[in-house]
């Protein structure tokens, strides 16, 4: 089993920035990629980057690509999500995810564990 715990959110006015940090713990080596997801009411949740631990290759939804750093800190099994120039339509709860898989996927189906998210806000 793993334990994730995200942290950082909050209310930003656009043209802000925001760091989340998504705290592991538990059987971390089973889980090779984490991925940052988020949601809106009424709405799947949506893909928006995801990062290797071993390697640290990332990948970005187009959305988020420029504007988003995904990072990790292995010996603190963290990984953090840096949200810059954000946007109205970047209001969601953003979700961490860890994936058993080897390869980085971009369907939450894909991924085994979740936080319980934190809530993003960014006015105009």
């Known amino acids: 089993q793993v334990q994730l715990v995200e942290s950082g959110g909050g209310l930003v006015q656009a043209g802000g920035s925001l760091r989340l940090s998504c705290a592991a713990s538990?059987?971390?080596?089973?889980?090779?990629?984490m991925g940052w997801f988020r949601q809106t009411p009424g709405k799947e949740r949506d893909f928006v980057a995801a990062?290797?631990?071993?390697?640290?290759?990332?990948y970005y939804a187009d959305s988020v690509k420029g504007r988003f750093t995904i990072s990790r800190d292995n010996a603190k099994d963290t990984v953090y999500l840096q949200m810059n120039s954000l946007k109205p339509e970047d209001t969601a709860v953003y979700y961490c995810?860890?994936?058993?898989?080897?390869?980085?996927?971009?369907?939450?189906?894909?991924?085994?564990?979740w936080g319980q998210g934190t809530q993003v806000t960014v006015s105009s």
């Open positions: 995810a860890a994936d058993r898989r080897l390869t980085i996927g971009t369907t939450a189906g894909s991924y085994d564990y």
């Open positions: 538990g059987r971390t080596f089973g889980t090779p990629v």
């Open positions: 990062i290797k631990w071993s390697t640290g290759s990332t």
